[in-house]
Every structure is written in C-alpha cells, then in structure tokens.
C-alpha cells in the first residue's frame, strides 16, 4: 500500500527578494534615523518648539505609536505560534494516518482470517454432508435388509403356521 505524502504547513507569504529586504531595511533604518536626528535636533534648537509639536501632537500619537509597536510583537508571536501549531498539528495528522493504515491492515489480515475459517467451514460442511449421505444410505440399505428379513420370517410363520391369533383360538 502506497503511503500517501501529507500536505506542508501553510507559511506566510513571502514575496520580498533579497534586493526588496534591503532595500526596505535601509529605508527604515534611514527614515527612522533620520526622524530621531531632526526630533534630537529640535529639541536641542529650539525646544519651545519641540515642546509645542509634542504638544500638538499629544499624547495620542506617542500612546498611537506604542500600541502599534505592541501589536506588531504580538501578532508576530500570535503569528509563531499558529505555526507551531500548525506544524504540531500536521504531526499528529501523521501519527493518525500511520495508525489508520496499520488499522486497515490489520483489518485485511483479520479478512484473510475470517475468510479461511469460512472455506474450513464450507469444506466441513461438504463433508459432513457426505457423511450424512453414506450414512442415510447404510441406514436405508439396512432397513431394506430388515423388511427383507421380515418378510423371510412372515413366511416361515405361514409355513409352520404359527404366531397366527386366529389359528391359535381354533386349536
């Protein structure tokens, strides 16, 4: 029987080339470097202003950004371990098709089995029923041997006449 392949774990799509990654790294590290420098620079410029555009912006958009960086390390775990799961769960799916074919198996042996007590039990029968028949003839051979004999001794009584009631009144 043919093992059949189970299917991979689904993985996240990953379409990003060697150049896209660093492009993309290098933007961020640039732009968030670059966004760092000119707050530092602000604030040691011209902090009134710095104040101000914290102020404007207010506490949201730190609180804002927080969340987001959260949310990211969460689902990025959330993320690791619905693969972890995924890989868990396609072992055991392996696991239970490894027993589902030793129970099948064993079910085929367990047929071969039943089948040959069937034809032991047919083969028993056949032969019982052959038995039965040398029997039935032996028995009706001797039942035609004992009316035979019976027919043997009713002539002989005729002859001697005896055993006969009426016969046996008139003496």
Do not use: C
């Amino acid at each position: 029987m043919a093992s059949v392949p189970m299917p991979n774990p689904p993985t996240l799509p990953s379409r990003k080339d060697g150049l896209s990654k660093i492009l993309l790294m290098g933007s961020s590290i640039f732009g968030g470097g670059a966004g760092l420098y000119l707050a530092y620079q602000l604030v040691r410029a011209e902090p009134a202003r710095a104040y101000g555009l914290l102020n404007a912006w207010g506490p949201g958009y730190v609180l804002a950004l927080v969340i987001a960086w959260a949310l990211n390390k969460l689902l990025t775990r959330a993320l690791e371990m619905a693969a972890r799961s995924s890989e868990l769960n396609t072992a055991a799916m392996d696991r239970v098709a490894e027993q589902m074919k030793s129970i099948a198996e064993a079910g085929k042996a367990q047929a071969a089995a039943l089948q040959s007590t069937a034809d032991r039990d047919d083969r028993d029968k056949q032969e019982m029923q052959i038995l039965i028949g040398v029997v039935n003839s032996k028995v009706e051979q001797t039942l035609d041997e004992l009316k035979q004999h019976r027919r043997i001794f009713d002539r002989i009584e005729d002859a001697l006449r005896i055993n006969r009631p009426e016969e046996s009144g008139k003496q």
